[in-house]
């Protein structure tokens, strides 16, 4: 056997491979999802079935691929029992604190089968639970994992990509739309969402996320109720900032610009598109307005839903918004808190009034 060249734990990687899950079958999924969240405290990170060769797919972990590696459990469907032979031997996960954890894994109806002790010849503090389908989990106390938790602690290197002068699109727009659509093809989470910053006539700023439904060189829609608290702010003051936040990708778009209603006619035909609870929906919910409880909503929706069967029409308090963009800013991570940030501010006063944008670099 050749050796392979062992790289200091304290070396980043930079191997493109990445170790990304291990698979284990389990006899009943929701006991084996119930152990892996609710005793060992993580997170079912998906789930999907195939009915054409029966089984299951589960993945949990603390977080997602490729930062963490993940456990997929996979149960066949009518297979409740596997034989788990010699030849498995255990997962193993990081704590602060074994005996803790032994704690918490046992008050939570885990089976701890090694209490935390050093392990025979050193100093490293281990111990091993069992799963329901008897899978040995071995616990090793690493004391900084805990101090992982903390706040202040959390930090990254960005290192994906960069954004400079030449390789950016003059006009923000085609910017937008081209990290846009490696955001949806790079399948980051919720790519559409975006938060909505308004200032009320108090002059205190608020956000919410709200989704993306349209673009194009007016501005950018999104939908919603016009009573709300953002409705209300934004009939006050008709200024407002966007944000996206493409974490996988390490960027940041940033809008600010003049908001208005979008056409009556467009919010009806985007209204005819959305499911039909979405459409009741509009009509039961007082968007951002105290109730008494959930039952009221429920009550309302069934109310709404009898009255108008399959053909609810829009609600003349719901529609969209459409922010006219004055400024974007679009920002790429990058090493050594080096960030790239290019700035694109809007310049009307050209002799043809046609629209020019000045790009500039901004210090991160
Ligand atoms: C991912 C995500 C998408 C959302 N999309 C919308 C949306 O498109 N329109 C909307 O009115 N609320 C949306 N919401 C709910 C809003 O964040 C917010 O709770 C609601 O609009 C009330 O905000 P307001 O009281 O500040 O007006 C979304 C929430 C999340 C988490």
Redesign the pocket.
């Given at each position: 056997m050749t050796e392979a060249a062992i790289i200091p734990e304290t070396k980043p990687s930079t191997h493109p491979m990445r170790l990304l899950h291990t698979m284990l079958r389990v006899g009943d999924l929701q006991r084996s999802i119930d152990f892996y969240t609710q005793v060992l405290g993580m997170t079912l990170l998906r789930q999907s079935d195939n009915p054409q060769y029966r089984y299951t797919l589960a993945f949990v972990g603390y977080g997602h691929n490729p930062e963490h590696a993940e456990l997929e459990l996979t149960y066949n469907w009518g297979v409740d029992h596997y034989e788990l032979g010699t030849a498995y031997g255990h997962i193993a996960l990081a704590v602060p604190d074994a005996k803790a954890a032994c704690d918490s894994i046992r008050a939570a109806g885990g089976q701890v089968t090694r209490e935390a002790g050093p392990v025979q010849g050193g100093s490293t503090v281990i111990a091993f639970v069992t799963d329901p389908d008897g899978y040995k989990v071995e616990l090793i106390e690493r004391r900084e994992s805990g101090r992982m938790t903390s706040i202040a602690d959390l930090r990254k290197s960005y290192e994906r990509a960069e954004l400079n002068e030449d390789a950016s699109h003059a006009d923000p727009l085609q910017q937008f739309g081209q990290w846009f659509g490696e955001a949806i093809a790079s399948q980051v989470s919720?790519p559409n969402?975006m938060t909505l910053a308004t200032v009320g006539s108090n002059l205190r700023p608020?956000t919410?996320?709200?989704?993306i439904k349209d673009y194009d060189e007016h501005g950018i829609v999104?939908?919603?109720?016009y009573e709300?608290?953002?409705?209300q702010e934004l009939a006050g003051n008709p200024y407002a900032a966007l944000q996206f936040h493409w974490v996988e990708l390490e960027r940041v778009v940033r809008i600010e610009g003049l908001v208005e209603k979008v056409d009556a006619a467009q919010s009806d035909d985007y209204f005819r598109t959305r499911p039909l609870d979405s459409r009741i929906g509009a009509w039961a919910s007082p968007?951002?307005q105290v109730i008494s409880g959930r039952g009221v909503l429920i009550a309302s929706a069934a109310r709404y839903g009898a009255q108008f069967l399959l053909n609810p029409p829009r609600p003349p308090h719901w529609g969209g918004y459409r922010l006219k963009p004055d400024h974007w800013q679009f920002w790429q991570g990058r090493k050594s808190r080096l960030h790239d940030r290019l700035r694109y501010t809007l310049q009307t006063a050209t002799a043809d009034h046609e629209k020019q944008w000045i790009r500039e670099r901004l210090a991160p």
């Open positions: 919720e969402a608020s919410r996320v709200v989704l999104w939908y919603t109720n709300s608290r953002k409705g968007q951002s």
